[in-house]
């Protein structure tokens, strides 16, 4: 029984290392490159403050639904990106998806500090009931200081993303309008 054991183990351990370490798929890198980046739609522009003006519902300690804290939206926000950073990051590079993947990285690594500095510190003025005033000054702060920022890396990217996914087959819609 030993003998017939230690063979089906081995073949199998060499199975999953040989799928482990096949080739990932152009579709893979695609998706997790450039179509991930979706989720930030709307940075530094209204969109993110439409969130925050009317953030979700969640599920209170009383089985009843109650308004999320703005605070909350934002931190729910960070871990979205961070856990999709992360799966950019792991993919590896190579001469085909550099561009995609060194552009996706960069957009990434401009969006998270303003998330977890200056859109928590509005999250967190709109929480504590500051004025309208200031909550608009800090929001158009946010658009001034960074939207042309996001728009040139994000344009870069959805260019490299269509090349990548014309030298691939992929079969993308592009929303040009």
Known sequence: ??????????????????????????????????????????????????????????????????????????????????????????????????????TSIALYEYVLPVFKKDYMQLAESMDKGVPEDQIKSESKAIHDKYLAGYDELYKKLITAGKSYAEKNNIKVHWNDN
């Open 1 to 102: 029984m030993k003998k017939i054991i230690h063979p089906v183990i081995l073949f199998f351990c060499s199975c999953l290392l040989f799928i482990a370490c096949g080739k990932v798929p152009p579709e893979k890198y695609f998706n997790v490159a450039v179509l991930n980046s979706n989720m930030l739609s709307g940075f530094a522009n209204e969109g993110m403050y439409r969130q925050l003006e009317s953030p979700s519902l969640k599920l209170g300690e009383d089985h009843g639904t109650v308004q999320m804290k703005r605070s909350e939206v934002v931190r729910d926000k960070i871990n979205a990106i961070e856990e999709s950073f992360d799966k950019v990051k792991d993919l590896k590079e190579t001469e085909e998806t550099k561009e995609i993947l060194r």
